[in-house]
T-cell receptor, first 115, second 114 residues
Framework: GENVEQHPSTLSVQEGDSAVIKCTYS??????FPWYKQELGKRPQLIID?????GEKKDQRIAVTLNKTAKHFSLHITETQPEDSAVYFC??????????????FGAGTILRVKS | GAGVSQSPSNKVTEKGKDVELRCDPI?????LYWYRQSLGQGLEFLIY????????KSGLPSDRFSAERTGGSVSTLTIQRTQQEDSAVYLC????????????FGQGTRLTVV
């Protein structure tokens, strides 16, 4: 089955700097790669996602890149702000009508933005 | 409701007791998922419902775990004879359809087995 590894486990950056979190996946059939942000005690919330037919996607300060050949994808946050501090999870799935969108998650990255 | 609702938000139970966790998905969402999040870990898939049927139960860790969904809406996750290793946050998510990508998560139920 799919296996997702995420690095680093913790990341501290100065406010205004960029943050990069990387994930690798094992199943070449995976076709959907979301990133979730989870603040302490709250539900995970989707912040950006990418499908396998796209190499990069941006949404304001957040971008995701996908390298299908190497089976890795990355989250890039520019101009970090204290409110970006949270746990970030990457995930991979093979979206199919029969089996739905079963997400396999990485272990998470604790991002701390120091002001 | 406006979002996915789970109850209870917290549950403390004694080892060996049975517990039921409830998930009320977003109205009209046919796909429903249960995940488990252990302390400091990522989310682990448990089961997927499409309507009232469960085409993928591959993540249920043992036969002490079961889930059902009725009326294509509310789902309950039952853990029998709870063990300390069952302590975790149990999260439910729903999507409009099985092949929809975005999953909307509930707040979760924090289960503590003492």
């Amino acid at each position: 089955g799919e296996n997702v590894e995420q690095h680093p486990s913790t990341l501290s950056v100065q406010e205004g700097d960029s943050a990069v979190i990387k994930c690798t996946y094992s199943d070449s059939a995976s076709n959907y790669f979301p990133w979730y942000k989870q603040e302490l005690g709250k539900r995970p919330q989707l912040i950006i996602d990418i499908r396998s037919n796209v190499g990069e996607k941006k949404d304001q300060r957040i971008a995701v890149t996908l390298n299908k050949t190497a089976k890795h994808f990355s989250l890039h946050i520019t101009e970090t702000q204290p409110e970006d501090s949270a746990v970030y999870f990457c995930a991979a799935s093979k979206v199919e009508m029969e089996y739905g969108n079963k997400l396999v998650f990485g272990a998470g990255t604790i991002l701390r933005v120091k002001s | 409701g406006a979002g996915v609702s789970q109850s209870p938000s917290n549950k403390v139970t004694e080892k060996g007791k049975d517990v039921e966790l409830r998930c009320d998905p977003i109205s009209g969402h046919t796909a429903l998922y249960w995940y488990r999040q252990s302390l400091g870990q990522g989310l682990e898939f448990l089961i997927y419902f499409q309507g009232n049927s469960a085409p993928d139960k591959s993540g249920l860790p043992s036969d002490r775990f079961s889930a059902e969904r009725t009326g294509g809406s509310v789902s309950t996750l039952t853990i029998q004879r709870t063990q300390q290793e069952d302590s975790a946050v149990y999260l439910c998510a729903s999507s409009p359809q099985g092949h929809s990508t975005e999953a909307f998560f509930g707040q979760g139920t924090r289960l503590t087995v003492v």
